[in-house]
C-alpha cells in the first residue's frame, strides 16, 4: 500500500432493513432513486452506486447537500463505515479485504482524519492531544512528544503545548486537530467539514494555511465541504454528491465553466447545492 491514490468502485450503502438488501441494490442499479428505494422498503439509502478516482498527493473537496451522502462516504475511506456493496482502493489494495490487523495498519499509518467536533480529549493538554495517535499506534514517548511539538508550532500553536482544549478558540482547537492528523505522517488526511463551525476570517487563515503545508507536504487529501467558495479555492479535484451518487467530478475549472447538470448549474449560481443551504451529511 505504498501510493496514496483512492479509487472508489460501485460502492452502494443501505442503512437498515437487511432482509431489504438485494432487492434495493437491484432497483438502485437498475436505476431506482434513493427515494423510490426508500419508500417502497423502507431503508435508507446512504450511497447508491459511488464511482470515482482522487488523484494522489493532491487536494480533492467532496460537495453536496445535507443527505447527498459525503461524511457517509469520508467515513468509508477509512471503514467507518463498511458499504453494502463495492470496492475500495488505496493504491492496487482493497481495504475491504483487510483483516483486524491490516485495518489498525491502515489507520495509524496510511489514513489520518479531522473532524468536524476537532474530536480532542479534554484531560490532555494541546502536547499530549497532539501526541496521542502517534502515542496509540506505539512510538515511543519521546519521539511522539517530538514530532508532536514540531507540528503544533507548524500550525501556529507556539506557546500552547501545556494548554488545554477548554482554555482555547475553536480555531486553535481545530488547529491541534489538525496538527494531531499531519503528525502521524500518513500519506492521506480526510478532514470531514473541519473548518464549517469557524468564523470566516478564521476560516481562510485555516484555508490559507492547509494550502501552505501542502504544498510541501504533497499529502492526498480528502476534504469534505459544503462551501463552494471552499472547494474552488483548495480542491484541485472536485466531486459534487447528489441524492447518493456523483453528479460531477473534475477540476474547478470544469465544475465552474462546464456544468454537467442544471443541479450543478444552479450549485454554481448560487454558491451552493440546489435546494437550499446544507446543514449536516
Known amino acids: 500500500m505504498t501510493e496514496a491514490?483512492?479509487?472508489?468502485?460501485?460502492?452502494y450503502k443501505v442503512f437498515g432493513g437487511r432482509a431489504s438488501l438485494p432487492r434495493a441494490?437491484?432497483?438502485?442499479r437498475a436505476g431506482a432513486s434513493k427515494q423510490?428505494?426508500?419508500a417502497k422498503l423502507g431503508c435508507h439509502v446512504g450511497l447508491a452506486g459511488v464511482d470515482m478516482a482522487l488523484p494522489a498527493g493532491r487536494i480533492s473537496c467532496i460537495m453536496g447537500l445535507s443527505g447527498s451522502g459525503k461524511s457517509t462516504l469520508v467515513r468509508h475511506l477509512n471503514r467507518l463505515i463498511d458499504p453494502s456493496a463495492g470496492k475500495i482502493l488505496v493504491g492496487s489494495q482493497d481495504i475491504l479485504q483487510?483483516?483486524?490487523a491490516g485495518l489498525r495498519h491502515l489507520r495509524r499509518h496510511i489514513i489520518s482524519m479531522v473532524f468536524q467536533g476537532f474530536g480532542l480529549l479534554p484531560h490532555l493538554d494541546v502536547l499530549e492531544n497532539v501526541a496521542f495517535g502517534l502515542r496509540a499506534r506505539g512510538d515511543s514517548a519521546g519521539r511522539a512528544l517530538r514530532a508532536a511539538q514540531d507540528w503544533i508550532e507548524r500550525v501556529g500553536l507556539e506557546g500552547y503545548a501545556r494548554s488545554y482544549p477548554d482554555e482555547l478558540s475553536g480555531g486553535m482547537r481545530q488547529r491541534v486537530g489538525l496538527a494531531r492528523a499531519l503528525a502521524m505522517d500518513s500519506p492521506i488526511v480526510l478532514m470531514d467539514e473541519p473548518f464549517s463551525a469557524l468564523d470566516?476570517?478564521?476560516r481562510r487563515d485555516l484555508q490559507e494555511q492547509l494550502q501552505a503545508l501542502q504544498r510541501s507536504l504533497r499529502k492526498t487529501i480528502v476534504f469534505v465541504t459544503h462551501d463552494l467558495d471552499e472547494a474552488l479555492r483548495l480542491g484541485q479535484h472536485i466531486i459534487i454528491l447528489r441524492d447518493g451518487r456523483v453528479e460531477q467530478a473534475g477540476?474547478?475549472?470544469d465544475i465552474r465553466d462546464r456544468p454537467a447538470s442544471p443541479h450543478?448549474?444552479?450549485f454554481i449560481r448560487r454558491g451552493e447545492p440546489a435546494g437550499g443551504p446544507p446543514t449536516d451529511s
Open 98 to 100: 483487510l483483516d483486524a
Open 251 to 253: 477540476t474547478p475549472d
Open 200 to 202: 470566516p476570517l478564521i
Open 36 to 38: 423510490e428505494v426508500q
Open 264 to 266: 450543478v448549474a444552479e
Open 25 to 28: 441494490l437491484a432497483m438502485l
Open 5 to 11: 491514490g483512492i479509487q472508489v468502485r460501485e460502492v
